[in-house]
């Protein structure tokens, strides 16, 4: 397994992925947006067949003139269902903090679906702490969603 930058060329592999594993959809315009802003990180998961199993799409983050201090975003990080429980999705996040932790971010930043269990259990694991709670944040279903951070 090999960690490599996204490219638009694997942008209909993310959208599998986010569909597989039941993340909030993003459209390929989507994505490819996210690519153009420099204060993106995108990241994949290639399996020894090349194939993209996994993603982390990101942001840096300025806070305002109270909190000059960088931090970053985790939007989206996934691993497909047959390499999960795997230590890939450590890997992936692993990898984004340490790209972050570079650029002198100081926290990161993600939300997560309410009923997410396991994936509240592996940030709670990587030391990120419940923020808030946020009512109705996620729809298709609708859902509140865990506000959650990781001071670095």
Request: aromatic share 8%; glycine share 6%.
């Amino acid at each position: 397994m090999r960690i490599r930058n996204v490219e638009s060329s694997n942008i209909a592999d993310l959208i599998r992925i986010a569909e597989e594993v039941n993340l909030s959809p993003w459209t390929a315009q989507n994505y490819l947006d996210e690519m153009k802003n420099p204060a993106s990180i995108m990241y994949r998961l290639e399996d020894d067949h090349n194939l993209t199993v996994g993603l982390v799409v990101g942001r840096m983050i300025v806070g305002g003139q109270a909190e000059p201090t960088p931090e970053a975003e985790i939007y989206n990080i996934a691993v497909i269902g047959r390499h999960q429980r795997s230590g890939h999705g450590q890997r992936l996040l692993d990898h984004f903090v340490g790209i972050v932790r570079e650029h002198g971010a100081r926290a990161v930043w993600l939300e997560v679906r309410e009923s997410n269990a396991p994936a509240i259990a592996f940030y709670k694991k990587n030391c990120f702490e419940e923020i808030q709670t946020r009512n109705h944040f996620y729809n298709n279903p609708r859902e509140n969603g865990i506000l959650m951070k990781l001071e670095l």
